[in-house]
């Protein structure tokens, strides 16, 4: 999950405090049905709600929004290959910019869905639209949510659909967790984290972060205290002896903090190593992939249960086929498919690429190979990665193939938790010759640089490239094939500036840490070479690049064209934070909501996108040595900053520690801007200014 989506998420949950229903200036979810006119749909909607927006784009309705938050950017791209023509930006969550929705909606009123949150300024947003709020706060919320937009959208087949798929994956956690005797049954605590804080918080006993525990089958604490998130002390830490503590990725540096403090270090979880993390999306609120969170959550909390076969529930079988598109213009191959089976109870998807005679093949994870006659990839779901690690690599390979029915003589397979339903098939041709390359990719959990990063493990995420031809390659072809597969990979990396995971503020990412190839020798006349300067490279490049970007779009949402905001919270860099400042005139001029308007404007816009973008290059630059003298670059810092803002305002010394020297330069401009009341209104930037 990217950095900027977890981060509102954590926020929000852990600052909002509802206001009762009579509070709102707005329709609560139980509205009428027919509510909303057929020219208010027309007019198109804005949603302001990350979990609604999700919605409607798993519904299919991705056509009909006008404007999503900066939050969703990713989700629309993970969904849209073409997001709608002018699907515009309002704002953040925290921060929506009013105006702009005015603008959307000036020649008709629309539709716009709001959040607890926006309670404030629904009575305002109802001057240009129909404003409608779902609350969803538990399974039965989510599923009245999904029929009630499936209603609005005329898109009720396919919201029962969804319905039921959510519903089954919890049903499938009910059975398997009444198999486990109340004796051996987790007692399971969500830890939440406040970098300001000296207390260790947690959600109160009415939150739905315990439904969450309670749906996979662990005992949540019961301290006896109400709201969203609530303190407790060391001795009521002590008492509850968590066996199993989890938390989202924000959580974890105030975890470490606490966890080696006496008392709460005495616990059975902390003693046991039995601390996890999750995105955080799935963590904070309910959506439509909360029915997965709790298959992770338990298979997580029940590892050795879940592993073990005779727990199962539901058989072990081939559930469906489906045929890739576009479809493999070879002569050689006779079918390729994604089959969905049921293995460990969990919904897998396997690519499968049957040959009609026997290839020789190389595998970046088993070598060479001959008489192969499939190759594939299979995707492992979330729930399964703990099952896996716990059984190891070669007994959940030997499963796999069972329940599939491979014969592990004559198929060879990549093994990835990119979802299989997010490949992508790429051709590149020229004349009779062709070339396909088949890619699965995440970059979110385990990006690095070759070279400077650790080679310690991370979470799973994998780029998975399949290599095909209509030649017959020889074998120092195939394995030419590789580094030039590899080379195109890394540059379509580098040109989309995925970060490090590692280290997001230093280095860009050359790959991950669990990447693979297999190349398939193939059938028609031969080829020898393979390399960059070869058309037949050049082929293999071209589609290996063009796969890579497509995969990464399906599977995170990352495109060249996401916003200045979307990379600096890829970075790490939290926007809200630029808000603590030492400075009085700050705090008491300006309110964070002002502030927070105004940087997301100012990253929007094109002078400050392309300020922005030069910092990214030279903060690298500099960062690699190729850049040792800043001193022009502080002056385009200094021509951006107004000179009638406080001097005193910078950027704290613990702001961003591990920050380059010119990124934080670049930050404290940008700060400046946003502070200032006329710098965004009168600004005008020239070299010759900057000259002087």
């Known amino acids: 999950m990217k950095p900027g989506k977890l981060a509102v998420t954590c926020l929000l949950f852990l600052l909002f ?21 057929p020219e208010e749909l027309g007019a198109g909607v804005v949603s302001l709600d990350s979990s609604v927006t999700e919605i409607i784009l798993a519904l299919g309705a991705g056509q009909l929004l006008r404007g999503v938050t900066i939050h969703d950017l990713d989700v629309v791209r993970r969904f849209m290959a073409r997001p709608p023509e002018g699907l515009a930006v309002v704002g953040s969550f925290f921060a929506p910019d009013i105006k702009k929705i005015a603008g959307i909606f000036e020649k008709g009123r629309g539709v716009i869905f709001v959040h607890d949150y926006h309670q404030s300024i629904g009575k305002e947003l109802s001057r240009y639209g129909r404003v409608l709020k779902l609350s969803i706060n538990g399974p039965e919320d989510l599923y009245e949510a999904i029929r009630t937009l499936g209603f609005v959208l005329k898109r009720e087949e396919k919201a029962e659909g969804l319905v039921a798929d959510i519903k089954g994956q919890i049903e499938i956690i009910s059975r398997k967790a009444a198999r486990i005797p109340p004796d051996r049954r987790k007692r399971v605590l969500r830890f939440m984290g406040r970098k300001d804080s000296d207390s260790v918080y947690v959600p109160g006993d009415d939150s739905f972060q315990n439904l969450f525990i309670r749906l996979a089958g662990g005992i949540p604490p019961s301290f006896g205290k109400k709201g969203p998130m609530v303190a407790v002390t060391v001795d009521e830490w002590r008492r509850f002896n968590p066996q199993v503590i989890y938390g989202c990725g924000g959580d974890r540096e105030v975890a470490e903090k606490f966890f080696g403090l006496p008392g709460w270090k005495d616990v059975e979880a902390v003693k046991e190593g039995k601390i996890y993390y999750f995105p955080c999306d799935l963590t904070c609120r309910f959506s439509i ?15 050795e249960e879940f592993s073990d076969l005779k727990n199962l529930v539901k058989e072990e079988k081939i559930l469906r086929r489906r045929s890739i598109a576009p479809a493999l213009e070879l002569d050689y191959v006779v079918s390729a498919e994604i089959v969905d089976s049921r293995i460990y109870d969990f919904h897998h998807k396997t690519l499968l690429i049957r040959f009609k005679e026997p290839l020789d093949i190389i595998s970046t994870l088993e070598g060479p190979r001959r008489g192969i006659q499939i190759v594939g990839n299979n995707f492992s779901p979330p729930p399964c990665w703990n099952i896996n690690h716990d059984l190891g690599f070669d007994a959940v390979k030997k499963h796999i193939f069972e329940v599939l029915e491979l014969d592990p003589g004559k198929a060879s397979l990549l093994y990835t938790g990119a979802d299989m339903d997010n490949l992508s098939v790429q051709k590149a041709s020229s004349g009779s010759l062709l070339v396909y390359a088949l890619a699965t990719a995440g970059v979110r959990g385990n990006a690095l640089r070759t070279s400077r990063d650790e080679g310690s493990y991370e979470e799973p995420g994998t780029i998975n490239v399949i290599i095909m031809t209509n030649r017959r390659l020889s074998p120092g072809a195939m394995s030419r094939a590789v580094i030039t597969a590899t080379e195109a990979k ?14 997001p503020l230093r280095w860009q990412a050359t790959g991950t840490g669990t990447d693979e190839i297999i190349v398939v020798s193939g059938k028609g006349p031969g080829a020898n070479l393979a390399g960059g300067h070869t058309r037949l490279g050049q082929l293999i490049a071209d589609a290996v690049y063009r796969a890579v970007l497509d995969a990464i779009r399906r599977q995170n949402g990352i495109t060249p064209e996401r916003t200045i905001a979307e990379r600096l919270e890829e970075r790490g860099i939290e926007l809200y934070r630029l808000l603590s400042l030492p400075c009085g005139i700050c705090s008491e001029t300006r309110t964070n909501a002002v502030v927070m308007t105004r940087l997301y404007e100012l990253l929007l816009s094109k002078p400050y996108t ?6 990214f290059a030279v903060s690298d630059l500099y960062e690699k040595g190729l850049i040792k003298d800043l001193s022009f670059f502080k002056k385009i810092c200094e021509a951006m900053a107004p000179s009638m803002i406080c001097r005193e305002c910078s950027l704290p010394e613990d702001a961003f520690p591990a920050a380059s020297e010119p990124l934080r330069m670049a930050l404290e401009a940008l700060l400046k801007c946003a502070l200032s009341s006329s710098c965004w209104q009168n600004y005008a930037f020239t070299l010759k200014e900057v000259a002087r």
């Open 610 to 615: 392309s300020f922005m973008n030069t910092a």
């Open 289 to 303: 992939h909360s029915g997965l969170f709790v298959q992770w959550l338990a298979s997580t909390i029940y590892e």
């Open 17 to 37: 405090v509802p206001l009762p229903l009579s509070a709102l200036q707005h329709d609560d979810q139980r509205f009428r049905k027919d509510l909303i006119s």
């Open 490 to 503: 890394t540059a379509a990396l580098q040109d989309l500036d995925v970060r490090s995971t590692c280290n």
